[in-house]
């Protein structure tokens, strides 16, 4: 990147977006308005909506979530572009987009589940969400919910020199070795 200027195409490594766009952005889409311009960035996606759940949810997600949701609900990307983009394979992107969505709903139909349950008002999208989620996985208490999944891979079982599983507790361990060292 050359010097004194900003990567504004977010195809550099470690890309960040700065709170303030250039001015040749600006002047080349007069049409647009500023808060448009000015969070027109993949890591600030949460700052387009006025929903405040909205917000708070998308502002706690993954970086690398963040600007999965941003090319596909905010630039209508297909998943083939941003693939190619991310340099991974389309059916990556659809599976965490997905995890994603699936993510989002359950955390929405805790936040208004209260307010459903109580039989307080509702706007009708939040009404229609409600019937359609409790449709589609039954009515869930928030003691039900489901443990957040862990990130990354599962550890992979390994033996170690003493042919036991590294997932085992110390103790297990410990008298293992303990054992082999009387013979």
């Known amino acids: 990147m050359p010097s004194g200027k ?108 209260p307010r459903y349950k109580a039989e307080l008002p509702l706007t009708f999208a939040q009404r229609e969400f409600m019937r359609v989620y409790i449709e589609q996985h039954g009515e869930k208490t928030p003691e039900e919910r489901r443990e957040p999944k862990r990130k990354g891979r599962p550890k992979k079982k390994t033996c170690n020199d003493n042919g036991l599983d590294d997932d085992l507790d110390s103790d297990a361990k410990k008298s293992h070795v303990d054992d082999s060292d009387e013979s």
């Open 6 to 113: 900003a990567d504004t195409t977010g195809r550099g490594q470690g890309y960040r977006c700065s709170a303030v766009a250039g001015s040749h952005m600006v002047a080349a889409d007069d049409e647009r308005k500023f808060l448009d311009v000015i969070f027109d960035c993949p890591h600030d996606v949460q700052e387009l909506t006025a929903s405040h759940p909205i917000y708070d949810f998308i502002s706690v997600m993954d970086e690398n979530r963040k600007e999965i949701l941003y090319y596909w609900a905010i630039r209508q990307w297909t998943p083939q572009m941003i693939a190619a983009f991310r340099s991974q394979t389309d059916r990556n992107i659809r599976k965490v987009y997905n995890a994603m969505m699936a993510e989002l709903r359950e955390d929405m139909y805790f936040r208004i589940y």
